[in-house]
């Protein structure tokens, strides 16, 4: 234990230091008044439009559901992006998870917050994408968790942190063709709690082909989730 007190002590004062330090926008650059985005910078980020698939959050029919969910319709019910993923969200996005920089995640946090105080109007709980215990480790923190934690404040919903167990460390989609990505998650979680008849609100940073959110969302309904939401930051545009 007394050998790892320094390494605590200086990931502790890291994250003490990008609280205090004083705050530029990670877009321009301009003075930002201590938040991690500009106004200016965050009016003019790539937002989803509401015109999108209400329950995969692609491009659907004026808002109503797109082919592809008419002919295979996957096991979660709905699905709200706040952000295109593309410049400079993407960038904004890797920060957050590779560069710990927290003040990101309060910025992005407010934002899926805002954007989802009229999503899933009935939820009964929250719950933050499970991260792989050795990701976990890696890491240090889960950037989901984060991302959650504006939102069950904003909400009065209880954050679900036991609930569901990733399995698998998936490896990277990067370079796979869109068959392999749907295939991948497929037996990846486990869902221990009894959740017969709860509204089910899930919360992850980018969602690509929604293949590990499928395979999150079938393994709640396994266990009685009457319905299932996704709330993500960002959404890849299509073709993947």
Not at 68 to 75: I, N, S
Not at 197 to 205: A, E, H, K, L, S
Request: net charge neutral.
């Amino acid at each position: 234990m007394l050998s790892n007190a320094p390494r605590h002590l200086h990931s502790l004062w890291l994250r003490v230091a990008d609280l205090l330090a004083p705050q530029d926008c990670f877009v321009c650059g301009a003075e930002s008044g201590g938040e991690a985005v500009c106004a200016t910078c965050a009016d003019d980020l790539p937002r989803r439009p509401d015109s999108a698939c209400r329950r995969c959050g692609l491009p659907g029919l004026g808002g109503g559901p797109c082919l592809a969910c008419q002919r295979d319709p996957p096991a979660y019910d709905a699905t709200v992006a706040v952000f295109e993923f593309t410049f400079p969200v993407d960038v904004m996005v890797h920060a957050l998870k590779y560069r710990h920089q927290l003040a990101m995640a309060h910025f992005l946090g407010a934002a899926l917050a805002a954007r989802g105080m009229d999503f899933g109007p009935d939820a009964d709980l929250v719950l933050p994408m499970p991260l792989h215990p050795h990701r976990l480790a890696e890491r240090g923190f889960n950037q989901a968790v984060e991302l959650a934690r504006p939102f069950v404040r904003a909400r009065g919903l209880p954050l679900g942190l036991a609930v569901a167990r990733k399995l698998r460390d998936l490896p990277s989609q990067a370079g796979m063709d869109r068959d392999a990505r749907l295939l991948s998650p497929r037996g990846a979680f486990a869902c221990d709690a009894s959740l017969d008849g709860r509204r089910v609100i899930v919360i992850d940073d980018v969602m690509t082909t929604g293949a590990t959110l499928d395979a999150l969302a079938r393994c709640l309904k396994q266990q009685g989730a009457s319905w299932v939401g996704n709330l993500v930051l960002a959404r890849t545009l299509a073709p993947y």
